[in-house]
């Protein structure tokens, strides 16, 4: 029952969120629907190990730090985009590159490919069968290796810190 | 075989749109909102497993009979309808209570929103038998 | 004088041009999907404004609904280009 | 019991609805379901009767579903609509009957009982509701529900399954298209009347009309009407569904469809012209009288044409619900009687016709009359059987379709339509030689040639599939020698329909909340 | 009142930008070559001025319904919006739309044809 | 027993009695046939004992309450006419049945013979007895369908089933014509009562001053003229005699097809003296009589002969009803009614007889036959009474009543002067020439000459007694009648004549009138008919040769045409009319709407635009619904499947923005989620429909779409923006109630939601089991595959 | 709701839909059913009676039972010629007609149904005929 913990109290926010209003009430509703929710999908989630309070305390301050950066990345992507769409000559050399990542878990890789998508430039369009690589789309792929860098040293170790 | 990054995401929506189906449904007398569109909601989400985890994978863990939920629900909102009935009222007679619950106040329960619940379960039960039989139909 | 909000409105159903354009034009069926996906951003967008403006959350609700919604069409339609089958 | 007649109405409708809903649950207990659907569907009969007799002791019955009266949906029961819901329940309790034995397994213990309910539900629904929205969503409920059976599978498998969905497709099209015309002319009318309670509207109307403030869209919207129930019951020129679809169904659910389903049409027609539009009549009356002579004649040609037996029961159908029609378009108290007599006369018949229809294609093996012949010896009672519904529908004593041919004809003559009645009688003739010319070629002449098609099956009707047909045939022998009772009924239930004030005053004074 | 003042003048701005580059996104669908660099603008800019436009509703109402469920319809955007991107690009790509003529690199394209 | 119960009994009891006899068959075993005759016997019995009440000039009148409402009662008339009818019918019903215990052999389903008979017998007193048109309708029906049960007694002959159906399509259509003519003597006078009609001068006046009048005669004219067989309806009689040879005899010769004769005779006091009735009812009868008269001479099939004279005969009987003068208004009426009764005699004999001959020698044809009277002397006998009464030979009683016939022709003669005057009794002779060569023509052929060398068997004998009393009876009335005219005449003849004429007549028949010009007719009549009988064989020739040249001078040949083609030439009708193609359906549909429409737009010439348009809109709502129109044509347009539900997708979305603009959360709720799950199933769907086919518009196809989608907009156009002008004060929306009372009462805040689940809840439910039924349907479409298990 | 130039878009949607309808291939019939299901459903709504401005959801009240009043007399007296409802004079509304918009649900919903059934067939008569065209789908004829 433990481990449906911190999904219960998600879907408590979660319920807060959709009904709009933040208060204990909706919290409880939330909470008291998860587990009939959770239940019978059982074997689409990761129950192995036991949610733990002071590991869910110690990501916090990687969580902030990876939001940071993100936000932070996405101004530039939208800034950097926004160019593009607003130069009147199109000069642009795309393509979809390779990019080594080393996420294991699932979360982790989603979220590296969803930052990768949100970031400048960059597509997550596939992932290799052995999800050792990612492909991205680039809109400027004169140097590739250039990019999967970025990717590498920039986004990459904050989602490490921050999910796995 | 959708890649495990759609799965991810998948996942987390499943529990969300769920929990918001039901705010919907819940929500739905004095919201905008109600059974039917939170029965779609429902049904759309589960479609959505279906579409990523593909119908058998999903089918190993979670087979409810659709269509034993459709006709429950569709028992339910007759039977509902049926309920004033004994009360010496027509067919379809709506009761309105107002109960002073400890924790949450106080909490209006109105017999429709029971018959909206069979709307719910129908509207769950038959777009998702549609789903599932056409889907199983190789 | 255009208020704040028939600005923010006119400029969004101006945003819609282009969406509507490539759904028509195409040229590709994924160009088309694109466009109905970023559509339904807009008309999100829309529905935040226009809820904020008549104060009512009403239309919150939707936009939410649209959000979700959305992705179940899209990861559908991706899915059937890619796969030639939904289910 | 008394909290059963006080409910009789909605009974009569939400029973179907919640067995639909248990039968799909007892799917897993063939038995069982059929055993408790047979029983509830008889008790629903009883009731329907009952609920008859209530209108004709006491007067019009409304029933506010949930006590909002006109602000919610009433329910209104008059002798038109109680007589509907009794002629409905009758024969879709025979026809489930027949249907435990003509329909394969499969469909039957999945789907059909549920389909089936819900198609009663319908009928049940659009007859006895007072609220022209709502019969819109009853009209939908019709719909589905009769594509659905259309489609279940047979014994004995003579119809394609193509040719099922074929027709199933026609049907669905027109009817979608009849439906979206219905919805513009219902929210046209609560434009401009606000309410959607048809004795509300039709007070309303009167009242704009007395007061010359009627608008000129409201003949639109009753001349569009004749489009959505002219659909529904297949006047030329919306007939073209109906001799693809009726015998594309497995026969019981043809008899439902020729004999009930398209009455709803009728039924619509009589209610909304007569209740609702009363100051449009002038206008619309002489285009239902030609559309139903044009109606008679195309049903009359097409049928001689056909060598398929269900088909040409079809097409009789079209030509028949041509003569209803002629009488509602005359209008007249006299004609109006005449169009009910004809209406119940030809439902029970043509039911009984496509139920044995039925009982000789599991017998020949095929609907092609060509290759049957001679049946009389080997099937003699259906011979019998279907000679009495081919003199009913040829117009010939001593059976009910006489009797009502006369009625018509009368009818038409004494309010001076020579040259209309002219065309109906000589159509009647035609009529007359394709349900003989059929009947022959089915049951005398020479043996059909066994080397080519086969023996005839020497599997013998069992009695599930008999005693439906013996007992509709009696009833049309009934209506003919002692027609009395329809008649009277019927002459009240004109009476009623022609002056729909007391209807009014029961509806508009349903006690509100 | 001052706060409410800054409070104001940010949500206005932010509510321009989002507006912005919402259309900007939506500029991209036309402007850009191929599917893959529409994606782009519409997943970034359009989602991202999305998000603007709620973070704007969230500072003008505070945390009433309106601003929570826009905050919640941001948040639920910037997930799925990179999602419903892969799923379309990756879809287009096997469904054998080719990059554009200016595409330099295109490794995934031959895992693709590897894989067929 | 009162006279009315008896007549009730009379009729009622055949039908009774015959609906037992599978019961009564289980005792009887073969012998039913007695039974059936003791049935008939009954009635005659019962019909016999109220003749005399009748004679005494007492007419019997009751009805028994059956349909009060439209004034039609099961109700019962005896006159002369009506007595005389039910005497012949029982009478010679007794004789069939009887008769018919020799005939049928035990093979054959007697029950279901006996049991057709006695319907037959009780459906024809049932309409001569009958007091109500309706009433006399519905057993006239039933005649023509007992007579189309028995003619196809043997049901798989294919000769058998064609008699029956010419019989049944002829006289039954010809039924509903008289039915309208009752229908519209009801119009005219108010009445279906026949004795109202005939007891009221003044109703009989207003009638023959009718403007409908002409039309009711012709209508009911035609049912007559079916029944008995007169002008272009004959040609039912020959084939019906497929039938078994007592059936002839009885239906085909002596009772039903006198029906024609009893309407005309009933009709008569209400349309006769005029001149419609003159030249509709003789003029009809005059050519029948010459054209049949000629047709049986040219038979060789012994019941062809009877069933050709039989027309002929009958259209004696019609030319004479239809005479009538100033001296002797009565004389034709007279004349026919005498003739009547004679025929039925003779005629009957002379089927009977044939069925001796054909049960006997197993052939009908009599050029096979000659020289039996070696053989078969007592057939032999009752044969030329027979033939010689038809003959009008004295001192039989055909004799009489043809110079009657001959007295009556030369007075109308007279009567129209001019060229009428010898014309008239000239074509009566020829009548009587035709007459008497056939009759010569049936005993010479059959038992005269020498017995031909083949095809006739063996041992010919006389039948049993079973078969030669019935006829040996007939044939003595056939001689007491001529001998003994003034029992006839008084008991029966006069009543019934009385009855049609609706005064008293004094009838003197007598085998010797003097030397009348009727008398020199008669010789005339017998010279010419041994000289044509004699010049036989060139008349043959010709004939052949005339019907070689016109095949279409037949009737038969266009009731053929018609009949075998009318599937081929319906079938061209039907599917032009029924092309298969769902367009043409839509196109029907859509049409209709756009042609009704404009009706009302016709005849009250409104202001289709209404003054208070409303353009005021703002710009981006403007847009939207540019975008919708854009949407919507990309879904239209676009040539592949996906491309199109895209833009289907768009437009819904779109229709989901709009809703918001129409303040309408709720609905763009449902509208997304719908739209979405429609794509949804849109591929699903498509998923198994490679797009294989891509429609060519042709320029013509194109115009006409475009034509028809225009209007069915500006149908949709007008149509809003008129209902679009709210709702005609002083009248309000009931939505107000919903406003005031969705708290208070169902206690919900969101009015949408509470009309769907409370007020309105009734319809939530119907829509929430149309969900039902989609779930169901399309579990029935998946699984309709296979074959059951 | 007076608003001709939606009623024109609506019309020209059906117009729209009429000539798909009128096309030879049935996923194209569908699809012009779909777009007239939408003009209708339109049209319904904008056949709303009240100039309100507000979504038909009361959001102002203070407790149960407390509720806006339309000033509306709700009474039918046949005899007196009384037919309900009626309201005062120069009344006005906030709300925008619920009605309606509970009628196009239905609808809506119904249309869905209908949809579902009529592509599911359409993918089953492909099936059967190995085509869309409707010109070859006339085997039922004459
Ligand atoms: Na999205
Ligand atoms: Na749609």
Known sequence: MKRYIPYAVILGLVWCFVHGTINLNNFVLGFIFAPFIMIPFKPLYNFEHDFSVKRGIKKIPPLARYSFVLITEIIKANIVLAKIVLKPKMDIKPGIIAVPIRTKTELGTTVIANTITLT???????????????????????????????????????VLEAFE | MTTIITKTVTRICLPLVILFSISLLLAGHNNPGGGFIGGVMFASVIALTYIVFGIDHIRSFFNPDWADLFASGLLLASLTAFAALPFGHNFFRSAVEFLHLPFFGEVELVSAALFDLGVYFVVIGSLLSVLKNVGDDK | MISMFTFAITFMVLAIVPCIYRIIKGPTIPDRVVALDAMTVVIVVMLAIYSFDRGSAFFMDVALVLSIIAFVGTVTIAKYLDEGVVL | MNIVMQHLPIILIATPILMAALMILLRSKPRFQKDLNVTVSFLLTILSALLLLQVWNSGIQAYGVGEWGKYGIILVADLLSAGMVFLTTCISFLSLIYSLDYIEKRSLNSTYYPLFNLLLAGLNGSFLTGDIFNLFVFFELLLLSSCGLVIANEHGGVTRISDKMEATFKYLVLNMLGAFIMLIAVASLYATTGTLNMADISVKLSAMSAAGTMPWHVFAIALMFIVVFGNKAAIFPLHYWLPDVHPSAPSPISAMLSGVLINVGAYGMIRVFFLIFRDTLYIFQPVIIYLALATIIIGAISAVAQTDVKRLLAYSSVGQI??????????????????????????????????????????????DMRKMGGMVDSAPLLASMFLVGTMSIAGLPPTGGFIAKFLLFDAGISEKYYFEIGIALFFAVFTLFYMFRAWLLMFWGEKRDVEKYGEYSSHKASSLIVIPIIMLASAVLIFGLFAEPLISLATATAGQILDPQPYIQAALTEVVR | MIVDTILEILSNIFLVIGLFFVFLGMLGLVRLPDVYNRLHTTTKIGTLGAFGVMISILLKVG??????????????????????????????????VGLCDESVVDEYGKVCTIKK | MDSFTAITLAVFLPFILAGILPVVEKVLKNRIGWYAAAVALLSLILVAQVAPTVIHGENIQGSIPWIPSVGIDLSFYGDGLSIMFGLIVSGIGVIIMAYSNGYMSKREDLPRYYQQLLFFMGSMLGMVFSANLIQLFIFWELTSITSFMLIGYWRNRPMSVYGATKSLLVTATGGLFMLAGFLLLNAMTGTFDIPTILHSESMIEFIKDHELFIFALILILIGAASKSAQGPFYIWLPNAMEAPTPVSAFLHSATMVKAGIYLVARIHPMFSGTDAWFILVSGVGIITMLVAGFLAFRQTDIKGILAYSTISQLAYLMTMYGYTTHIHPGIGVAAATFHLLNHATFKASLFLVAGIVAHETATRDITKMGGLRKEMPITFILATIGALAMAGIPPLNGFLSKELFYEASWEMGAELGGAFTFVIPALAVLGGVFTFAYSIKLIDGIFLGKRPSRGLPEHIHDPGWTMILPTAFLALLIILFG?????????????????????????????????????AMTIVTFILGLLIYTRYDSIAAWQNRFNSKHPMISVNYFYDAAVNNAKSTTFGFSSRMQPGTIKTYVTALLLLMIVLFIIPIIVLTPDIIPSTLNFDIQAYEGIVYLFMIVAALGAALLPRYLPAIVSLSGLGYLVGLLFIYLQAPDLALTQVLVETLTTIIFLLAIVKIPQKFREHITPSVMTRDLLIASAVALTVFIMMINATQGIVPPFESLSHYF????????????????????FRAYDTLGEIAVLCLAALGVYNLIHSRGEEE | MNNTLLSLTIAILFGIGTFLILRRDIVKVIIGLSIISHAVNML??????????K????????????????????????????????????????????????????????????????????????????????????????
């Open chain 4, 322 to 367: 041509g003569y209803v029609f002629l009488g509602i378009g005359l209008g007249g108290m006299y004609a109006i009687t005449a169009a009910l007599v004809y209406l119940v006369n030809h439902a029970v018949a043509k039911s009984m016709l496509f139920l044995s229809s039925g009982g000789i294609i599991h017998h020949a093996g095929t609907r």
């Open chain 7, 44 to 53: 319904i709504v904008s056949s709303g009676v009240f100039a309100g401005t």
């Open chain 7, 55 to 142: 979504p038909p959801i009361i959001t102002d009240d203070g407790g149960h039972g407390a509720s806006e009043t339309t000033g509306t007399i709700f009474t039918d007296v046949l005899s007196e010629n009384i037919l309900a409802p009626i309201t005062t004079a120069g009344h006005s509304v906030n709300y925008v007609d619920p009605l309606v918009q509970a009628l196009v649900l239905t609808a809506i919903v119904i249309s869905l149904a209908t949809t579902a059934f009529i592509l599911i067939l359409a993918y089953r008569i492909y099936e059967e005929y190995g085509t869309t065209d409707i010109k070859e789908l006339r085997r039922l004829w004459g």
């Open chain 6, 483 to 519: 001998l003994v005219p003034s029992i006839p005449a008084h008991y029966i003849i006069e009543p019934a004549t009385e009855a049609i004429l609706l005064e008293p007549v004094d009838l003197h028949v007598s085998l010797w009138h003097g030397l009348t010009p009727s008398l």
């Open chain 1, 120 to 158: 400048p430039g960059t597509l997550t369009i596939d992932i290799s069968d052995d999800r050792s690589f990612l492909y991205v789309h680039t809109i400027d792929a004169s140097d590739p290796d250039a990019v999967a860098r970025s990717i590498r040293d920039g986004l990459e170790k904050y």
């Open chain 6, 739 to 758: 406003i005031e009372k969705s708290i208070p009462l169902a206690g919900g805040h969101n009015m949408v939601n509470v009309v769907l689940v409370d």
């Open chain 5, 63 to 96: 945390f009433s319904p309106i601003g929570v469920k826009a905050i919640t319809v941001g948040l639920f955007l910037l997930l799925t919006a990179p999602i419903a991107a892969h799923m379309i690009g990756r879809a287009a790509h096997r469904h054998g």
